[in-house]
């Protein structure tokens, strides 16, 4: 049971435009929500993270929409650079209470920029 | 202010073999999570230690795996009698709290198990 999926799979977006990778999650249980971004060859590096108290969060030319209701979050990443290639993870966790503390994965978002 | 340390980074293990992943938690992180990265899949948790303690093992296959986080020294994922099917990435990650108060984690460059 995939308790977060993400979309799309892959995604190419050229220089200045603006990314878009929804994330939708089963567990009402969850509270904390972030975006992971990966290189070749490198670990996972938070990107951005959010709480189901606010409905966006904004750091730089990364947003994260929330919507608590839908159980679904997604992250945009604006003015897209090139350098921003790169697999993107969201992920959520219970951070309150008895459970696992272990962030759930989505499949990841293999993101290009095309200069 | 080092990161997360895992070594090695590349290991080539043939079928039967043993393998054994270190990781050395953040600088004042008590608390060691390792993840699984198979070809084009997210990361899938294995194990959740504390100093001493699994705290959840729930993602750990039944069989040949084993982690430990002593007391002194790095944590260590254990893989007995190595199978093809466990060639992949295996991420280390680690956090100041339980990860209960902020969810954050910090994760290392991993170790690329190959087995032949």
């Known amino acids: 049971q995939q308790q977060v999926k993400q979309s799309p799979q892959s995604l190419i977006v050229q220089k200045g435009g603006i990314s878009i990778i929804n994330c939708a999650y089963e567990n009402t249980a969850f509270d904390y929500f972030p975006w992971y971004q990966q290189f070749p060859g490198k670990g996972p590096a938070l990107l951005i993270a959010?709480?189901?108290?606010?409905s966006e969060k904004k750091e730089g030319r990364f947003t994260i929409s929330f919507n608590k209701s839908a159980k679904q979050f997604s992250l945009h990443i604006m003015d897209s650079q090139p350098g921003d290639s790169a697999t993107y993870f969201c992920a959520a966790s219970k951070t309150g209470g008895g459970g696992a503390d272990g962030l759930t994965f989505g499949k990841g978002t293999h993101l290009i920029i095309q200069p | 202010n080092a990161g997360v340390m895992q070594n090695p980074r590349h290991l080539v293990r043939r079928r039967g073999q043993e393998a054994r992943l270190r990781c050395s938690p953040m600088?004042?992180?008590?608390?060691v999570y390792w993840y699984r990265q198979l070809p084009e899949e997210g990361l899938k948790f294995m194990v959740y230690l504390q100093k001493e303690n699994i705290i959840d093992e729930s993602g750990m296959p039944k069989e040949r795996f084993s982690a430990e986080f002593p007391k002194e020294g790095p944590s260590i994922l254990r893989i007995q009698q190595v199978v093809r099917g466990d060639s992949a990435a295996y991420f280390c990650a680690s956090s100041r709290t339980s990860g209960r108060n902020t969810g954050e984690l910090f994760f290392g460059e991993g170790s690329r198990l190959t087995v032949l």
């Open positions: 600088k004042g992180h008590s608390h």
């Open positions: 959010i709480r189901p108290d606010v």
